[in-house]
């Protein structure tokens, strides 16, 4: 039985099957009371202002950084924020410590400032710096999972002694093996410890042999085993890639808006405390902590664990939406046509977006429920790495972990005086492909919006309105050569040593890895390669998602080209797996796979070059790339919490070593 067929039972039998812990967290927020949520030290979303404080554009002139003959030394520190956030007396703003990037020697922020780069320009080089010295981490670090200081050979390094290891990478670059950041290449303040496969303190993108495309890519810590927890501490940020035709100014010729009406937003949840830290449940008694209960609802033994934790959970849903690090923010609008360009920067939560309309809601602090408004439709013009061909009206769009769109939002198809509310119409919940039931709520929620626009600023007539419509030619869209080789890979549900639930990659077919060895099924992040591409060639993925929710999958180095999807049957064998410290857990391997039904082409927003793609439950998703520089480099799974318990996996192009 599959997580999403326990929703209809109860919460002690929903534990005691197993599932996931963001479910039950949200069912165990008994009536979400206020005086509930404040007895446990926590920030009741209930009580905190919606579409009160600005945003910050991340695609403004000011919010971007300038190199210096073509160099950034950008640091990772610790810093604190306002976010909007009010204390426990409903009135005092409170600061949140986090985690930010910014230039060496100036403040860092959450989100970090955006790097942009042309096509056209030379290689940037970026000395990243890990100030995360005598600091403590912002959140609980499970030490059981596999993760930096747990390697073999670096068991005598900690956190508190050595520092936080980081890695950075820039997701959806082109970049080359060493520059990726992968999550063996991560590395502690002033390098003292490296890891095994760390290579340089300069890190290089751009010039002939990267993106040569315009698109959205974003910057993101991605050190091993707790990369879900340095992105929810803050370390993320925009990557702007320009071209001839975006140029991101006036005279584009697309004739896409500009700055100041291009805006970039980085959507992303968290839980705080009252005293204005975030909160991350990880021990048992923690607030929200639902993992790991008896049959007979009892906490098991507190030495499951080493010490009694603290956990990772399966998955993680906050109950404050925040965008570019403010709670439920808004932004001020002219009546004109905006670029809006989103990033979803949650650890789990897949969202569907739709605009809704409250007339004459601009600056009124009770027009906050998108249910009192009607539909505002817009247009997608692209996704990920590339513009679409060409712009296509659509009502609602799926936004998935990791993705970024790139939309025009009409703003005179509205009167003056008008609010419009982005809304939310998934749940709080894994997302299994349908809307929200109910149990996969919040209660009370106001997970359901994610910020307002007011359309009430005068109309600059300096700058001419632009005219996207339906059907507007773009320029983009994808095209990637023939494949010569279709490999058969899988997503499963497993369980570690510790009997938590563990997603996991491997094979729906079996394969010989690079060691000789015939493997099929599951398979851990420290087994041997299976997917060893030749330089140069295309090969065709076909992912068979054998679990109960969707996960948002993402290459790395390549774009590619969504193809379809398709439904499957197939048997599913438990087998064991081993773990990272020679335990054993448990997986399973498919046989007897069949296809069912017609292929299904892929949504609007995914007519694009694209580094992310939606692979639903029961389906099979099919993808195509070119593999087309040497080197080791991973795939995973972008729900964070899932990729830090092994729903990761190496590859490598060309010949080894490994």
């Not at 095994?196 to 990267?210: A, I, L, Q, T, V």
């Not at 507007?472 to 010569?484: E, I, M, T």
């Amino acid at each position: 039985m599959h997580r999403r067929d326990f929703l209809a039972l109860s919460v002690k039998s929903l534990m005691a099957a197993g599932l996931s812990s963001s479910i039950p967290a949200a069912l165990l927020r008994a009536g979400n009371s206020h005086a509930a949520i404040l007895a446990a030290g926590l920030s009741d979303p209930a009580g905190q202002p919606l579409f009160t404080h600005s945003v910050p554009n991340a695609l403004s002139g000011g919010f971007k950084y300038v190199p210096k003959n073509n160099r950034l030394r950008i640091q990772m520190a610790q810093a604190t924020q306002m976010t909007g956030l009010l204390g426990a007396d409903g009135v005092t703003p409170v600061p949140t410590p986090v985690w930010g990037y910014g230039e060496l020697g100036q403040d860092v922020t959450w989100p970090g400032r955006t790097i942009e780069i042309d096509t056209a320009d030379d290689p940037l080089e970026i000395t990243w710096a890990n100030q995360l010295h005598n600091v403590p981490h912002l959140l609980p670090v499970d030490t059981s999972l596999h993760w930096a200081y747990s390697m073999h050979g670096y068991g005598r390094n900690s956190i508190g002694r050595n520092g936080v290891p980081v890695v950075p990478h820039v997701h959806g670059g082109h970049n080359d093996s060493p520059f990726d950041g992968n999550p063996e290449y991560f590395f502690s303040p002033a390098w003292a410890v490296r890891g095994p496969r760390w290579e340089s303190r300069k890190y290089y993108y751009g010039g002939p042999d990267w993106n040569q495309v315009a698109g959205m890519n974003w910057y993101h810590d991605h050190a091993l085993g707790i990369t879900r927890l340095n992105v929810y501490a803050g370390l993320a940020g925009f990557f702007a890639v320009r071209d001839a035709a975006d140029t991101g100014r006036p005279d584009n010729p697309p004739g896409l808006p500009a700055d100041p009406y291009e805006l970039g937003y980085a959507m992303q949840d968290r839980m705080f405390r009252s005293s204005g830290e975030l909160f991350y449940p990880a021990f048992p008694g923690d607030p929200f902590y639902a993992d790991f209960i008896t049959d007979e609802g009892a906490y098991l033994p507190d030495d499951r664990f080493p010490g009694g934790g603290p956990t990772a959970l399966a998955e993680f849903f906050g109950d404050h939406m925040l965008v570019n690090g403010v709670i439920w923010p808004k932004a001020s609008v002219e009546s004109r046509q905006y670029r809006v360009r989103l990033l979803n920067g949650t650890d789990s939560r897949f969202m569907r977006l739709r605009l809704k309309v409250i007339p004459g809601g601009a600056g009124n602090p009770t027009a906050t429920d998108p249910a009192a408004g009607y539909p505002l439709p817009f247009y997608v013009i692209g996704s990920d790495q590339s513009l679409r061909a060409t712009a296509v009206r659509i009502d609602e769009i799926d936004f998935a972990p990791g993705e970024r769109l790139d939309l025009i939002v009409d703003f005179k198809e509205v009167p003056a005086g008008t609010r419009v509310i982005v809304e939310n119409l998934l749940g709080d919940a894994p997302f299994g492909g349908e809307l929200p039931a109910a149990e996969d709520l919040f209660p009370n929620r106001r997970t359901d919006r994610v910020m307002a626009f007011d359309v009430e600023l005068p109309f600059n007539s300096s700058r001419p309105d632009t005219q996207i419509m339906d059907g507007s030619h773009l320029g983009g869209g994808v095209n990637v050569a023939d494949a010569v080789r279709t490999r058969r890979l899988a997503l499963f549900e497993g369980t570690d040593e510790y009997g938590r639930l563990q997603p996991l990659l491997g094979t729906a077919e079996p394969v010989t890895d690079v060691q000789g060895n015939t493997v099929n099924g599951t398979l851990a992040w420290h087994q041997p390669i299976t997917e060893n591409p030749g330089l140069g060639d295309t090969e065709i993925w076909e992912l068979y998602n054998a679990t109960g929710d969707a996960h948002p999958i993402h290459v790395h180095l390549v774009h590619f080209e969504v193809m379809n999807r398709q439904r499957f049957r197939a048997d599913l064998v438990e087998q064991p797996v081993e773990q990272h410290n020679g335990s054993q857990g448990s997986g399973f391997r498919l046989e007897n796979i069949k296809t069912i039904g017609r292929e299904n082409a892929p949504a609007a927003s995914e007519q694009t070059r694209r580094d992310m793609v939606m692979a639903l439950p029961g389906e099979v998703t099919r993808i195509r790339m070119t593999f087309d520089k040497p080197g080791r480099y991973v795939w995973h799974c972008h729900i964070l919490s899932h990729e830090d318990h092994e729903m990761m996996r190496p590859f490598h192009v060309g010949p080894g070593p490994y």
